[in-house]
């Protein structure tokens, strides 16, 4: 965990680290301990867990994204996120009459990740973004979060779709089931 936290604010911003490996060998425990580690470090980082927004579910996604908006300036990224062309890429603004309990899953991904992407943070955490978004929202997320590099914002992913990876990934690491971290390459057949 040290060398890892230690490569995160020695390196540059704007790189996007990725962590990949099998399903189940630690690899969201050891994002969160992570997260906690830089947060006592004073460090500000948005998280988008696999967790559903369940404890929003009576809300409606218009609600939300008022609730957001309302938010003190200096806590929402304008510099980098186009909020209206995220909500109309990823079709938010379809459903935005809508009770979060009643969005599927990639309705309900697309919403967290704008949820996660308009706070401003020092790193954003997405533990497996691309999980339930079609072929069209996959390539717009990337093309956000290649922003967020130019940016100069540290990413920090967990995620399993090669091509994705290939595209964003700086430092691609895979966990083993022995929980050591081995470096992996594009292209490579990682896990």
């Given at each position: ?13 704007g ?16 994002m969160?301990?992570?997260?906690e580690?830089?947060?006592?470090s004073?460090f ?5 867990t ?8 009576h ?20 510099e ?19 009770p ?11 919403l ?9 943070a ?10 339930f ?35 964003i ?8 089931e ?7 390459k ?6």
């Amino acid at each position: 965990m040290q060398n890892f936290k230690t490569m995160l604010l020695g390196g540059k911003p704007g790189l996007a680290h990725v962590l990949t490996g099998i399903n189940g060998v630690g690899k969201t425990t050891f994002m969160l301990n992570l997260r906690e580690e830089l947060r006592y470090s004073n460090f500000k980082i948005s998280l988008c867990t696999q967790k559903p927004l369940s404890t929003l579910s009576h809300w409606r996604v218009v609600d939300l994204l008022d609730f957001m908006r309302t938010q003190e300036k200096h806590a929402i990224n304008t510099e980098v996120l186009d909020q209206n062309n995220f909500l109309q890429e990823m079709n938010l603004q379809k459903i935005e009459k809508t009770p979060v309990m009643k969005l599927s899953g990639g309705e309900n991904q697309a919403l967290k990740l704008y949820l996660t992407l308009i706070v401003k943070a020092d790193f954003y955490f997405l533990d497996e973004p691309t999980t339930f978004l079609d072929k069209k929202k996959k390539e717009y997320l990337l093309s956000v979060l290649k922003a967020y590099k130019q940016n100069q914002k540290t990413l920090f992913m967990i995620e399993h779709h090669h091509a994705f990876i290939d595209q964003i990934a700086d430092h691609i690491w895979q966990m083993l089931e022995n929980k050591n971290m081995v470096q992996a390459k594009r292209g490579e057949n990682y896990v």
